[in-house]
């Protein structure tokens, strides 16, 4: 039977297409070489949340992400937030997260977010060795990292994160360990950590081998939370704070997406905005809808729900089968909830449980 969804305002996740090059691993939607278009972006970009969030009063949480999302300048971000600030009135306190790239953080950008009611940021950090940001073919400096928390803790952003990639071909257990201690040092509340993954677009998939370092996922998940930063998702780590915007996605709860190539969900349909980005200027309204069936909502609500400490409701699953994953210690029993033990091994149990 399937489990309604949780009863929560939706979330708006806003994106940002425009880099100043792309890194040899990134496989999102972003282009570099358009600046041009900034202005015309954000024009049809408000074009689309006004549409977007005309039958949706109240929101829970926002995240801008890209691309690099500091690459719009603040007047920019001055005509997105007044455009979904009628959207917020209600919840004040609600969490609005901003990626951003360390090279590109300075003082007035960060003070004009804030102003504006920005209070989380997620820096692009991905290594602390300068071999390692070569090759992963980063424009930042390790210099740059302390630089940019700076300027972003001073100017009062409550929530600071960064996001670390491991398991690349220069990858060791001391040299994971160093990067571990390294981020123990700064100005976070919490941490993502992501497994190397070359898709067959990226320009590092024709060039390189795979890592050699084994049992990688466990190695940094223990070394983390040797440093007190808790697992409560597959790449995610709170200390103490756990991503309220992605507690919804994992959670099942309908969100909202707007920019080139933003999806978002609604009720049984999954929405999926154009792509590139003169095309979305042209038509920011134009997508392709999804239909979503019982079975596709249930497989993802396992699935989903599996991979970090949210777990599933017991009703609806096969009895008989949650007693043998209990037994066989794969996951346990928490507040009428299935939860893995292992959330890197969700994928498998929901589909074992489908």
Same mark, same amino acid.
């Given at each position: 039977?399937?489990?309604?969804?949780?009863?929560?305002?939706?979330?708006?996740?806003?994106?940002?297409?425009?880099?100043?090059?792309?890194?040899?691993?990134?496989?999102?939607?972003?282009?570099?070489? &358009?600046?041009?278009?900034?202005?015309?972006?954000?024009?049809?970009?408000?074009?689309?949340?006004?549409?977007?969030?005309?039958? #949706?009063?109240?929101?829970?949480?926002?995240?801008?992400?890209?691309?690099?999302?500091?690459?719009?300048?603040?007047?920019?971000? *001055?005509?997105?937030?007044?455009?979904?600030?009628?959207?917020?009135?209600?919840?004040?306190?609600?969490?609005? #997260?901003?990626?951003?790239?360390?090279?590109?953080?300075?003082?007035?950008?960060?003070?004009?977010?804030?102003?504006?009611?920005?209070?989380?940021?997620?820096?692009?950090?991905?290594?602390?060795?300068?071999?390692?940001?070569?090759?992963?073919?980063?424009?930042?400096?390790?210099?740059?990292?302390?630089?940019?928390?700076?300027?972003?803790?001073?100017?009062?952003?409550?929530?600071?994160?960064?996001?670390?990639?491991?398991?690349?071909?220069?990858?060791?257990?001391?040299?994971?360990?160093?990067?571990?201690?390294?981020?123990?040092?700064?100005?976070?509340?919490? &941490?993502?950590?992501?497994?190397?993954?070359?898709?067959?677009?990226?320009?590092?998939?024709?060039?390189?081998?795979?890592?050699?370092?084994?049992? /990688?996922?466990?190695?940094?998940?223990?070394?983390?939370?040797?440093?007190?930063?808790?697992?409560?998702?597959?790449?995610?780590?709170?200390?103490?704070?756990?991503?309220?915007?992605?507690?919804?996605?994992?959670?099942?709860?309908?969100?909202?997406?707007?920019?080139?190539?933003?999806?978002?969900?609604?009720?049984?349909?999954?929405?999926?905005?154009?792509?590139?980005?003169?095309?979305?200027?042209?038509?920011?309204?134009?997508?392709?809808?999804?239909? @979503?069936?019982?079975?596709? @909502?249930?497989?993802?609500?396992?699935?989903?729900? &599996?991979?970090?400490?949210?777990?599933? *409701?017991?009703?609806?699953?096969?009895?008989?089968?949650?007693? #043998?994953?209990? *037994?066989?210690?794969?996951?346990?029993?928490?507040?009428?909830?299935?939860?893995?033990?292992?959330?890197?091994? /969700?994928?498998?149990?929901?589909?074992?449980?489908?």
């Amino acid at each position: 039977m399937l489990k309604s969804t949780p009863p929560r305002a939706p979330s708006l996740y806003i994106h940002v297409p425009f880099c100043t090059s792309k890194c040899g691993y990134c496989a999102f939607n972003s282009f570099s070489g &358009l600046d041009s278009l900034k202005d015309a972006y954000v024009e049809a970009l408000i074009v689309d949340l006004k549409d977007s969030l005309k039958s #949706t009063p109240v929101l829970s949480s926002i995240f801008i992400g890209g691309g690099t999302p500091n690459t719009l300048e603040p007047k920019h971000y *001055e005509y997105i937030f007044n455009t979904i600030a009628t959207h917020t009135t209600s919840a004040q306190n609600i969490e609005i #997260t901003l990626e951003a790239n360390p090279d590109l953080i300075t003082k007035e950008w960060c003070k004009t977010l804030r102003a504006l009611g920005a209070n989380r940021l997620s820096l692009g950090v991905q290594s602390f060795f300068a071999d390692k940001l070569r090759f992963l073919q980063r424009e930042h400096s390790q210099q740059d990292i302390f630089k940019a928390l700076e300027i972003a803790h001073t100017c009062g952003f409550n929530h600071l994160s960064i996001d670390l990639i491991y398991n690349t071909p220069l990858d060791m257990p001391a040299r994971l360990k160093a990067e571990c201690m390294q981020a123990n040092t700064l100005p976070i509340d919490h &941490l993502s950590a992501y497994s190397l993954t070359l898709e067959d677009n990226t320009r590092l998939a024709k060039s390189t081998a795979p890592s050699a370092l084994l049992n /990688a996922d466990s190695t940094l998940q223990n070394i983390l939370k040797d440093l007190g930063f808790t697992p409560y998702e597959v790449s995610n780590y709170a200390k103490p704070y756990q991503v309220q915007h992605n507690l919804g996605y994992w959670a099942g709860c309908e969100y909202l997406g707007c920019g080139a190539g933003a999806v978002g969900r609604m009720g049984k349909e999954r929405f999926y905005k154009q792509k590139y980005v003169l095309a979305y200027i042209k038509d920011p309204l134009k997508r392709r809808i999804e239909h @979503l069936s019982d079975q596709d @909502l249930e497989f993802e609500r396992l699935f989903l729900g &599996l991979r970090c400490v949210l777990g599933v *409701e017991l009703k609806g699953l096969d009895p008989k089968k949650t007693q #043998t994953l209990v *037994e066989e210690e794969k996951c346990k029993i928490s507040n009428q909830r299935l939860v893995a033990c292992d959330f890197f091994l /969700a994928d498998e149990i929901a589909l074992w449980l489908t």
